[in-house]
């Protein structure tokens, strides 16, 4: 008797796919949608902080005005922005349009660029504003 599973052709799996704009936007999508989860325990945090009194509140804000509470809030501002733009296109997608291969591989390029260029210009904004 043969072994049926021998017959059967590989999965596809990363080291098969080619790694395309489209490819990785998919994956930073998932990959933001989880760490979004991170960030809202951040807020609930800050929020938890501000309600336990001072002492704990300035603690709390003293950590996040460290280069790493910095940092972290920096990348969490990246993945909601870069989130809410890879919604906006599932958003057309729903609705029928950019489905064409070069339009998506375009789009996903202009996601990416866009992202950082919006998240630096939020960062100064809120930064020259404090």
């Not at 969490?76 to 890879?86: D, K, P, Q, R, Y």
């Not at 950019?98 to 996903?108: P, R, T």
């Not at 390029?109 to 630096?120: A, E, G, H, P, Y």
Request: glycine share 10%; with cysteine; charged share 10%.
């Amino acid at each position: 008797m043969t072994n049926a599973t021998q017959k059967r052709p590989l999965s596809p799996h990363l080291q098969i796919y080619k790694l395309t704009p489209t490819f990785l936007m998919s994956g930073f999508h998932r990959v933001t949608g989880a760490g979004l989860y991170f960030g809202a325990v951040l807020i609930v945090w800050w929020l938890v902080a501000a309600a336990s009194g001072e002492e704990y509140f300035n603690w709390v804000s003293w950590l996040y005005g460290s280069w790493f509470g910095y940092f972290t809030l920096f990348c969490f501002s990246w993945a909601l922005i870069h989130h809410l733009l890879g919604g906006i296109k599932h958003l057309a997608w729903d609705i029928g349009y950019g489905f064409e291969k070069q339009l998506a591989v375009k789009v996903a390029k202009i996601q990416i660029v866009s992202s950082v260029v919006l998240t630096v210009l939020v960062w100064i904004i809120g930064i020259s504003l404090s």
